[in-house]
Every structure is written in structure tokens, then in C-alpha cells.
């Protein structure tokens, strides 16, 4: 299966700093999906992205999808209290009957200090 | 009311029980799966399922079982459960026809001792 890394693994920041994650995967994919876990929910999802070099805005939240369909950034302007969560990427299954599958990335956990 | 539901949201067991999940939807959705999360890891697939009756193994289906008699209800079933096994589950429901977005309960705390 693909390999998909996702960093950094955590970030502890402050309210108002703002914030930048990535994920870079083994293979080429036409779509990148950005969710994010509250604490004690299921993921939610954020954005989702499905050109290269496509960049897309939800709010403070910008993501975009990298040249070489091997990567993808997630960046959150003026963070405050609420951003607290996980945010992971996931891209989708490969054709066939995989299609509609989703693989994620190990997750940032993001902490923002008040 | 949530239009992913899973049932129990806590779930404390001995090693060597039988474990049932459940999960039910509302949102008339053809596909559903179940997901594993553990810390570090992300969320990897146990098992999925695109119609009734239809069942495929995900990425780590090995000591898990599924039942998908109903459009609504998908449910996840440990046979002999393991202390490795204690986790977050998650089930997810998407529209059929391609790729569609996926949307999850609210999870399974699973604790076997």
C-alpha cells in the first residue's frame, strides 16, 4: 500500500502563532484531504483538494496541493483555543473496488497555549 | 440527533471475551467501514463494506470480524479479544458512486485488560 508521512507529530503553540503541516506520500494521487479530530469526536473534514497546485482557503484554514502530486500543506493563520486537535491528511484507495477507501496520516496533534 | 451513531462510546472487557460494535446511520449512505485509531499511527482500516451483504478486509482485519445486514448498520465484532486490540474505533459512512467524503461517528473507547 501507499506510504503517507505526515509532520510534524506535534506542535505546541501559542494563540495567534500560526501553523504549518505536511504530508508527503510514495505515490501520486489527483486528490488530498485535509480532517480534523476534536477531542472525543470523529474526524471532520476540512478541506479537500483535487488539482495539482491547487490552493484552497476555508476561513483561517489554507491547504494546498503540491506540484508533484506527492505532497500536501495545511496552514492555519492566528491560531486560537478552538484549533486544538488532531489534523491528519488521508488520500483516497487506489481504481476498482478500493475505490472509496481512505488512508490517513499518523496525525499532528496540535496544542495552543492562551 | 448524530448521523453516525456508535454504540457502546466506552467499553471496558477481560481478555478472551466477544466484543460487539455497532454502528448505525442515518444519512442513507451505501458504504460504511471501520477504522482503528491508536496514537501515533492515524487511522488504519479493519474492514469495509459498499452494499449489504458485501464485505472486503482493509489493512488490518486479522481478529476482527463484520456483519453488514442492513443498509443502516454495520457492526464490528472481536471473537476472542486481546489486550493489543484496546483502542479507538471509529465507523464512517460515504455515498456510493467514486470517491465521496467520509463521515465519522464519534467513536469506540475500547479497553481490554
Known amino acids: 500500500g501507499q506510504q503517507l508521512n505526515q509532520s510534524p507529530q506535534s506542535m505546541f503553540i501559542q494563540e495567534g502563532e500560526d501553523v504549518s503541516m505536511n504530508c508527503t506520500s510514495s505515490?501520486?494521487?489527483?486528490?488530498w484531504l485535509w480532517y480534523k479530530q476534536d477531542p472525543g469526536e470523529g474526524p471532520v473534514l476540512l478541506i479537500a483538494?483535487?488539482?495539482?497546485?491547487e490552493l484552497t482557503s476555508n476561513g483561517r484554514l489554507t491547504a494546498q496541493f503540491g506540484i508533484t502530486r506527492k505532497d500536501s500543506f495545511l496552514n492555519i493563520s492566528a491560531s486560537i483555543p478552538s484549533d486544538v486537535g488532531i489534523y491528519f491528511c488521508a488520500l483516497p484507495g487506489g481504481g476498482g473496488t478500493s475505490y472509496g477507501k481512505l488512508t490517513f496520516g499518523q496525525g499532528t496533534i496540535l496544542t495552543v497555549h492562551p | 440527533d448524530a448521523d453516525v451513531t456508535q454504540t457502546p462510546r466506552n467499553r471496558i472487557t477481560k481478555t478472551g471475551k466477544r466484543i460487539m460494535l455497532e454502528c448505525s446511520q442515518t444519512?442513507?449512505?451505501?458504504?460504511m467501514y471501520w477504522y482503528r485509531q491508536d496514537p501515533g499511527l492515524g487511522l488504519r482500516l479493519i474492514y469495509y463494506s459498499f452494499d449489504v451483504k458485501d464485505i472486503n478486509k482493509g489493512e488490518i482485519s486479522d481478529g476482527y470480524s463484520v456483519s453488514r445486514q442492513a443498509q443502516a448498520k454495520f457492526s464490528l465484532s472481536l471473537e476472542s479479544a486481546i489486550p493489543n486490540q484496546t483502542a479507538l474505533y471509529f465507523c464512517?459512512?460515504?455515498?456510493?458512486?467514486?470517491?465521496?467524503?467520509?463521515?465519522f461517528g464519534d467513536g469506540t473507547r475500547l479497553s481490554i485488560l
Open positions: 505515490s501520486i494521487f489527483n486528490t
Open positions: 444519512k442513507g449512505h451505501d458504504r
Open positions: 483538494l483535487y488539482k495539482a497546485g
Open positions: 464512517a459512512t460515504s455515498p456510493g458512486q467514486g470517491y465521496q467524503p467520509q463521515h
